[in-house]
């Protein structure tokens, strides 16, 4: 069955912090996504992986293929980036499954 | 920056009611979606368009649904009949080829 778990569901972090989240995956892949839903409920598209590490600011995303494996981190933590981040993996054709997100909020 | 448009942003209807939804998709893509999220629930796939016909759906995705792109800018999900459990956010999204792909802003459907 293909799944996607991340980890933790709740994340509370002091301003400044640096945030880890997880995701992991049942079999192979295509792509993976990392995704931020803010409060008002829009998604907005952070990373799109196959391989590798992405940086973008003060964003990393990492993947390990062979553990099928992929970790989001965010240096210097800040109030704004408060927000539910989701993993999203592609197993075959279109079909993007998504986990059940983190809930991230960082404290001032 | 080109964005993905959704309307309406909320939508409330009668059970039993067909409900049009509308997104336009960013203008030089060709990959198309729909995603609903049911209040505290993970985001869901429900079927993704390219050239002019569905190349994927999910279980949820029955007869009761269907997509169009009428018009070349304008990308519908339609929902013949709803139900109560029907409610939902729906969000479209578009991709040029290989690339991530972007979301509109979602339209929270409710079904009374």
């Known amino acids: 069955k293909n799944e996607v778990e991340q980890s933790p569901q709740n994340l509370t972090a002091q301003e400044g912090e640096f945030i880890t989240i997880n995701c992991s995956y049942s079999v192979g892949i295509s792509a993976l996504h990392w995704l931020q839903q803010h409060p008002g409920g829009g998604i907005v598209s952070l990373f799109m992986?196959?391989?590798g590490k992405k940086k973008h600011g003060r964003l990393i995303a990492t993947i390990n293929i062979q553990e099928k494996h992929s970790s989001l981190h965010i240096t210097a933590s800040h109030p704004r980036d408060s927000a539910v981040y989701i993993c999203a993996v592609k197993f075959g054709n279109e079909k993007l499954t998504f986990g059940t997100g983190t809930r991230l909020t960082i404290i001032p | 920056e080109p964005e993905v448009t959704q309307t309406p942003s909320h939508q409330v209807t009668q059970m039993g009611q067909e409900v049009i939804l509308r997104c336009v998709p960013i203008?030089?893509?060709?990959?198309f979606y729909w995603y609903r999220q049911i209040l505290g629930q993970k985001v869901e796939f429900l079927v993704s368009f390219y050239n002019n016909e569905i190349s994927e759906k999910s279980e949820i995705f029955d007869d009761q649904f269907s997509v169009e792109r009428p018009d070349g800018s304008n990308f519908t999900l339609k929902i013949r009949s709803t139900k109560l459990e029907d409610s939902a956010m729906y969000f479209c999204?578009?991709?040029?080829?290989?690339?991530?792909?972007?979301f509109g802003p979602g339209t929270r459907l409710t079904v009374l």
């Open positions: 203008s030089n893509h060709l990959y």
């Open positions: 999204a578009s991709r040029k080829t290989r690339d991530e792909q972007f």
């Open positions: 992986l196959s391989s």
